[in-house]
């Protein structure tokens, strides 16, 4: 079989033009009047996402090639310098992040939305051991769980508890189901400042709302098993935009919080009212602002 025709093809159909080349490094033509951006390495090609104008997919070529390639890097405008302080914060930018973060920003076109998240998190607060202190010392507990084997496990997703889900991630009715368009994107910062997105969807035939893709991802990093405790907080920035965060704590075998076994702990009112609290990254979540001593505040936002 000749694999270069398709069978039942009509030898007098009209053969399409020749696509017009481009004149930018890494940028290639498309059938439907878009222009793709890809770059090589080790011989290998690596997809970088479509784009409506040659100049934008040239640019996402760039970006890849300085972190490719770094300084050695041949691109089509002039690459970014030290000298000039944004070149130098998005220079920082594209170190703190693997080669694979940076193709999958150019392919979702969210590059440019998270470089400007990470320099209004550097103008925020310097990072002092390891945190944000702009951002954590001021955040606002929402809820947390102690994840299950399957929450870790091979079906890469975490079950958001309902009455959290639907008080703090509300979705649209038009987002909810299963189908591969629908849920949203949740952007969340961790503790050391990366940023992590998760598809968070509504499943109809669970009845749940959970965190897929993004998530398993984040349990591999973060080195994550059952009875480990993954918490959610939420920062107001001085233009009153919303900001949410991420952080999570590896349970050691007879530490006190690993007693608990539910699968969906939350905060209920006898938690709240104990005298002795309880304690989850050095905060006491009972007076914690996430707590019932804010609540009240929270729901007035």
Known sequence: MDLGSSSGSNPTEEIS??????????????????????????????????????????????????????????????????????????????????????VDMLRKHTYHEELRHSRRNQQLGRNVGGRRTGTWSERELLFYKVVTPSDVGKLNRLVIPKQHAEKHFPLREGDKGEEGNKGVLLNFEDAQGKVWRFRYSYWNSSQSYVLTKGWSRFVKEKGLNPGDVVSFWRYFDGSDMMQLLIDCKNVQPGEEFAASSSSDVQMNESEENDDQGVRLFGVNIASSPGGSSSRGNTENR
């Open 17 to 102: 033009p020749k696509l017009p080349s481009s004149s930018y490094k890494g940028v290639v033509p498309q059938h439907n009047g878009r222009w793709g951006a890809q770059i090589y390495e080790h011989h290998r090609r690596i997809w970088l996402g479509t784009f409506a104008d040659e100049a934008e997919a040239a640019r996402a070529y760039d970006i890849a090639a300085q972190r490719f390639r770094g300084r050695d890097a041949a691109t089509n405008f002039p690459p970014l310098t030290e000298t000039d302080p944004e070149n130098a914060s998005e220079l920082t930018f594209l170190s703190a992040h693997s080669k694979v973060e940076i």
